[in-house]
């Protein structure tokens, strides 16, 4: 289980673990570097919930995929996308939250589809969770046959950020290889008319995020910031489009992340599933 919350969310700040949040598994496995080992981690999202998996040397789970999966308005039987999805993180806090959902994920990186793959077979919902390896920008999936696409971009435009040397996060952190509009464009042709697109991004990107989403044919309808506290700038952005929708964006009162005695709010504790757990 999770227990961290941090300062400003980030992709470079990824949740780590401490020693009080339960069974956890690890796994090392050789990687293509002469000598060097990678190390697999499961994790559980809360006490008797679904197992999710990462590796170290793909991109690890962030604050941004928890806060991200809030933002959704679930109900059973949508039909949902997730464009980019990793390893199946977002995926599976969806299920977790709903779990009469269809989920797709698509993913260019087939190391994350494998470990994707083996987390729906774990938790065996390969009946209701699948996953397909390819460009986002070219997934022959059938259009607007989703209710719901969700999405956690790359932040940065080329040229801009700090750019790892790894192929992984430089894809994940950068948009070398897929743009902002690239992923609205991506989402609009995948909704249906009326579907909604949620998606995560930076606050200094506000402009864009909205100006792409109405470009695409997804109009701005619900709007969420992210801070620390109530007197801290915006971190993180949560934002809906729908598909032809009318003009009205409703700007929601602010996920705060921490309460003024520096612990985290009822609502983050209900994100990471803590409420639940101390119910136990």
Known sequence: MFSTIIASVDKEKPWRPSSTEGPCETVKHPTAGKGASATEHWEFLKP?????????????????????????RLRPGLRVCDLGCGT??????????????????V??????????????????LTDRLSFFQGDLRAAPLTAGAFDLV????????????????????????????????????????????????????????????????????LEPKRLRFVAKTSGAAPSLLLVEGRRGGKPGLTVEPPLLLQTPEGLPTAELDAIYFRTQEDAL
Request: glycine residues 10%; contains cysteine; aromatic residues 6%.
């Open 48 to 72: 008797d919930g679904y197992r999710f998996v990462y590796d170290d040397t793909l991109f690890r789970p962030g604050t941004d995929t928890f806060l991200l999966s809030s933002l959704p």
């Open 88 to 105: 199946g993180l977002l995926c599976l806090l969806l299920l977790q939250r709903e779990k009469a959902l269809r989920v797709t994920g």
């Open 107 to 124: 993913e260019v990186q087939g190391a994350a589809v494998s470990l994707a793959e083996r987390a729906a077979e774990k938790n065996g």
């Open 150 to 217: 969700v999405c956690n971009p790359p932040y940065y435009p080329v040229g801009s950020g700090r750019l790892s040397q790894a192929d992984a996060l430089r894809t994940a952190r950068s948009e070398l290889h897929c743009t902002l509009e690239e992923v609205g464009k991506a989402a609009a042709r995948l909704l249906r008319w009326g579907g909604s697109f949620c998606l995560c991004h930076k606050p200094e990107r506000l402009c864009d995020v909205l100006c792409t989403l109405r470009q695409a044919g």
